[in-house]
């Protein structure tokens, strides 16, 4: 299996608690623009950030979860090296792959952190 690269970006987490559900009715309640900087205190998955980035000129994303955050900037600078680690990860899927990866969690590699969290959270 291999992991389709699109130029437009989605989010590509399902995030526990996330905005996906209700990112219409989150639009609706946005002030009229003209719009200028988003300001993201919780981007989870991304899904409210991903449906309206194209409104603002600047984008300010954040979470307290630095794991995702360095896996969004991973995904945004190396998606080739993330989708290489993702479809490896695919080859080798089983019981003691996910138990070898859950004891390697804490990787400094912003690469091996993205496609640990995906295996982790998906």
């Known amino acids: 299996m291999s992991i389709a690269i699109s130029n437009e970006p989605k989010p590509f987490l399902h995030?526990?608690?996330g905005k996906r559900r209700i990112v219409n009715k989150l639009i609706e309640h946005l002030p009229s623009g003209p719009y200028y900087n988003y300001y993201e205190p919780f981007l989870g998955g991304g899904a409210l950030f991903f449906q309206v980035r194209h409104l603002f000129k600047q984008c300010f994303l954040s979470d307290i979860n630095l794991d995702l955050i360095t896996s969004y900037n991973a995904v945004k600078n190396n998606p080739n090296e993330?989708?290489?680690?993702?479809n490896?990860?695919?080859?080798?899927?089983s019981e003691n792959h996910y138990y070898k990866i859950r004891d390697n969690y804490y990787s400094n590699d912003p690469n091996d952190i993205t496609a640990n969290l995906f295996q982790i959270y998906q």
């Open 15 to 17: 995030w526990v608690g």
């Open 82 to 86: 993330v989708n290489r680690l993702l």
């Open 88 to 93: 490896l990860y695919h080859k080798n899927h």
